[in-house]
């Protein structure tokens, strides 16, 4: 079997006929019948039958056919893929992130990378740390960014951030005024917690539990973008992720400096093959250079960008 006896097969699968298929590919009838019937030979399956008068192809035809089509979407993702080279020269970077960074965070930096690569063909798929893990591990994607890392063969990670979560509150809220939050302010009040899952949620409710402060945990969600959300309609207040937070910073959520401080992580995650791809590399020095922004400071004044004062 090869690539002609295939390619006659799908052919007359997709056009109807024999003679349709020998127009297509520019051949005669015969000599696709002949092809048909080498290849029906060669895999020991009846491919079609003729019933009143036209080629119809038999339950074993179908279900090859399903997996010619399987072989030829592989194939047709390879010309697009080298299309895509020619046309554009750097070929195309596929980036997977969970939704705190994939929301507004990576955008922005999507923005900046394509000033310096306006060739580049991106695609962005939005996941939680599991999706994207796994995303990664077949090699659906070039380049991952997550909070919480698994170890997988042939996948390499980075530290990228660890910043201090903020208190977001709804505008009329009695805290709304303070400089910064405390655990004990929130003695009583319904908090919107991040779901067990997410590797903060320890870190969160340990704070509480060391100072024995009791909060009436009335919602809980895997995304800081969530929590602000649900903030945002007067349901509670919470603690997320400051890069989370920048993305509301057009709405009356008021983001407060929390103590003690709460970390947030994250990392990045690429196929240790992609190490020096120039895409890959280049992507994650604009990420880098984007973080800066929300690494705590030194100053007196730790409010990480965008957050209202």
Not at 117 to 123: C, D, H, Q, T
Not at 143 to 157: L, M
Request: with cysteine.
């Amino acid at each position: 079997m090869n690539l002609r006896h295939v390619d006659a097969f799908r052919t007359i699968m997709l056009r109807g006929s024999m003679t349709a298929a020998a127009q297509e590919l520019r051949t005669s009838q015969p000599s696709i019948s002949r092809l048909i019937a080498e290849l029906e030979t060669e895999i020991d399956l009846r491919l079609f039958e003729r019933k009143a008068g036209r080629l119809r192809p038999t339950p074993d035809g179908l279900a090859f056919y399903r997996e010619v089509e399987r072989s030829f979407t592989g194939l047709e993702n390879l010309a697009s893929a080298a299309r895509d080279i020619r046309a554009f020269g750097t070929g195309r970077l596929r980036i997977a992130a969970m939704p705190v960074m994939a929301l507004g965070f990576i955008p922005r930096c999507i923005r900046r990378f394509k000033e310096r690569f306006p060739r580049a063909i991106i695609s962005l798929q939005m996941g939680n740390d599991g999706t994207v893990t796994r995303w990664m591990s077949s090699s659906y994607c070039d380049i991952g960014f997550v909070a919480n890392v698994i170890d997988i063969p042939q996948v390499e990670h980075q530290p990228l951030y660890v910043v201090p979560g903020v208190c977001a509150l709804p505008p009329s809220h009695r805290l709304a005024s303070r400089e910064a939050v405390h655990a004990r302010d929130l003695d009583g009040e319904a908090f919107i917690s991040l779901s067990l899952e997410d590797g903060a949620r320890a870190r969160v409710d340990r704070v509480f539990e060391d100072a024995g402060i009791r909060r009436q945990m009335t919602l809980e969600t895997p995304f800081s973008a969530a929590i602000c959300a649900l903030v945002e309609q007067g349901l509670g207040l919470g603690l997320v992720n400051p890069i989370a937070a920048d993305d509301y910073r057009h709405t009356e959520i008021v983001f407060r400096p929390f103590r003690p401080q709460v970390m947030f992580h994250g990392h990045a995650m690429f196929p240790s093959r992609n190490r020096e791809d120039p895409l890959v590399a280049g992507f994650l020095s604009v990420v880098r250079e984007e973080l800066a922004g929300y690494q705590p400071k030194p100053a007196e004044d730790r409010r990480p960008r965008g957050m209202a004062r």
